[in-house]
């Protein structure tokens, strides 16, 4: 397993009685925006309450991030904060599924009142790359810039049914037929 560039190791046996504070400093900032692909992670950090739960650990709190990204149409760099909601349950590997064939399938039905499931393997879970995983999962992929509008315009991107032309005229008659 590749080590996490924002790695918090929490004892599953010690388990703070307070919520977890952690903070990203820079060079974890850095490292995390080039994993996820995006310019910059100005700040990133989260509050999370650990208590057990048998054999398992729940986890909830909140993330929150402020990015720069580009913009999926104009390519643009632009702002977005991120705030989520985090709810985790970690729990001992499987040795069951740890020693499978990894090309077996497993299905797993989820509610939205389920909680990642992350495994863990030994006494220690990292409670740093199960936030920078939600931070992962918190971006959008095809965000769009505050000049996306404008930049279709200029290029001559319309909304899908606002076409010109011969082709578009066809493709309108066929569709009210």
Do not use: W
């Not at 985790?88 to 990642?116: K, Q, T």
């Not at 810039?145 to 909304?159: N, Y």
Request: glycine residues 8%; charged residues 30%.
């Amino acid at each position: 397993m590749t080590p996490s560039e924002f790695s918090r190791p929490i004892t599953d046996r010690q388990l703070p009685s307070d919520p977890v504070a952690i903070t990203a400093n820079a060079e974890e900032r850095a490292a995390l925006a080039q994993r996820f692909g995006i310019t910059e992670i100005t700040d990133l950090r989260a509050i999370v309450e650990l208590e057990p739960d048998g054999k398992a650990i729940l986890g909830t709190g909140e993330l929150t991030a402020a990015i720069i990204q580009s913009c999926s149409v104009s390519g643009d760099n632009f702002a977005t904060d991120i705030l989520e909601p985090v709810r985790l349950r970690f729990v001992e590997e499987s040795p069951a599924l740890a020693s499978g064939d990894p090309e077996e399938v497993i299905e797993v039905d989820l509610s939205l009142d389920d909680r990642d499931e992350i495994e863990y393997s030994g006494e220690t879970f990292d409670l740093g790359e199960a936030i920078a995983q939600t931070l992962g999962l918190a971006i959008d992929p095809y965000a769009e810039g505050p000049d996306a509008d404008t930049f279709r315009a200029e290029a001559g991107i319309v909304a899908e049914g606002e076409q010109d032309g011969p082709l578009a005229d066809l493709l309108k008659g066929l569709k009210k037929g």
